[in-house]
Nanobody
Framework: QVQLVESGGGLVQAGGSLRLSCTSS????????VGWYRQPPGLPRESVAA???????EYSDSVQSRFIVSSNNAENTLALQMNSLTPDETAVYYC?????????WGQGPQVTVST
């Protein structure tokens, strides 16, 4: 059983920054792709940023140029630097990784952006 442990959520003012981190208990962290998702209140979960096994990254249109995703395969960690946050980005943010055909999720720290 793989566990993903996240840290770094919290409260920030609009325009501010937060950094989320995720550590996996499994090895070969990015063998099949890792990423960050978020779920705003009352809305479905959506992809925010992904790192493919090739090392290529992909972002949703709404966060492009403001968020930066990075992974360290040697340490089995994933990070998300979030800049210029807006109140509508208040959500639970989830780290995700694929292992053996199964998608695993972190516990989802809350990120709240105040006006």
């Amino acid at each position: 059983q793989v566990q993903l442990v996240e840290s770094g959520g919290g409260l920030v003012q609009a325009g501010g920054s937060l950094r989320l981190s995720c550590t996996s208990s499994g090895s070969n962290f990015n063998r099949h792709g890792v990423g960050w998702y978020r779920q705003p209140p009352g809305l479905p979960r959506e992809s925010v940023a992904a790192v493919f096994s090739s090392g290529a990254t992909e972002y949703s249109d709404s966060v492009q140029s403001r968020f930066i995703v990075s992974s360290n395969n040697a340490e089995n960690t994933l990070a998300l630097q979030m800049n210029s946050l807006t109140p509508d980005e208040t959500a639970v943010y989830y780290c995700s990784a694929w292992y053996g055909g199964t998608q695993y999720w972190g516990q989802g720290p809350q990120v709240t952006v105040s006006t």
